[in-house]
């Protein structure tokens, strides 16, 4: 669903090398200002700015890697806890995640679909694409209803929860709307609201600026 994603840092330099280096991911653009880093059938921007932000993302991987994939993280990074445990599996989902931290504080979080085989060995084709973005807002009915609007689907009927995560989406990939100061699991602090982007494979393209509104979007 997600063809690329905008997200801001006030950290480029180690964010760039964090991607390059630790995850072994490909830059394929990059410049004084801003860095795009390929994560399978998605394209992540990190643009500079002197504001800090962070953000939730996932990305979608194998389900029969998930041991490796944990094993190959770990030996790079600290994962996060949750009630002293580095790892969950949702039923509901059929997938195994972990979570961990980049340099600005964005929570990663890794999903391995039990219905997604990749044989051979790890490598950066185990990164699908991102499977969720999650965006903070004060406004979760607003943001719900434009998104719906332009063809998003809310997973469970079609009125948005406003104190709730709310999912928008399809299949393994969802827009996942959240208030500020919400506490996800696995993470250390609670959301805050930062401006990003989206464009979804359909060529459907929001703007969501630092209030947390949609400014702009387009087919």
Same mark, same amino acid.
């Given at each position: 669903?997600?063809?690329?994603?905008?997200?801001?840092?006030?950290?480029?330099? $180690?964010?760039?090398? /964090?991607?390059?280096n630790v995850l072994e991911l490909d830059i394929t653009d990059s410049g004084s200002e801003y860095f795009t880093v390929n994560v399978g059938e998605t394209d992540i921007t990190f643009q500079h700015s002197e504001t800090p932000s962070f953000y939730h993302f996932a990305i979608n991987t194998p389900g029969n890697q998930f041991i490796i994939m944990k094993e190959w993280i770990e030996s790079k990074l600290t994962l996060n806890l949750s009630g002293g445990v580095d790892k969950i599996y949702y039923q509901?989902?059929? =997938? !195994?995640?972990?979570?961990?931290? !980049? $340099? =600005?504080?964005?929570?990663?979080?890794?999903? =391995?679909?039990?219905?997604? *085989?990749?044989?051979?060995?790890?490598?950066?084709?185990?990164?699908?694409d991102v499977s969720e973005v999650a965006v903070t807002t004060p406004y979760l009915s607003q943001v719900g209803e434009e998104l719906q609007d332009i063809g998003v689907p809310l997973r469970h009927g079609t009125e948005v929860e406003p104190d709730? =995560?709310?999912?928008?989406?399809?299949? *393994?990939?969802?827009?996942?709307?959240?208030?500020?100061?919400?506490?996800?699991e696995f993470a250390k602090r609670k959301t805050?609201?930062? $401006?990003?982007?989206?464009? /979804?494979?359909?060529?459907?393209?929001?703007?969501?600026?630092?209030?947390?509104?949609?400014?702009?979007?387009? *087919?």
């Open positions: 669903m997600f063809k690329s994603v905008l997200f801001y840092t006030n950290k480029l330099k $180690p964010m760039k090398r /964090f991607y390059a509901s989902l059929g =997938a !195994d995640s972990i979570y961990f931290e !980049d $340099p =600005a504080g964005n929570l990663i979080e890794l999903i =391995a679909r039990r219905n997604r *085989d990749l044989f051979g060995p790890l490598t950066k084709e185990a990164f699908f709730e =995560a709310n999912y928008l989406g399809r299949g *393994d990939s969802f827009v996942v709307l959240v208030p500020p100061a919400w506490k996800w805050e609201t930062h $401006p990003l982007e989206i464009t /979804f494979q359909d060529g459907q393209h929001v703007t969501l600026n630092a209030e947390g509104v949609i400014v702009s979007y387009k *087919d």
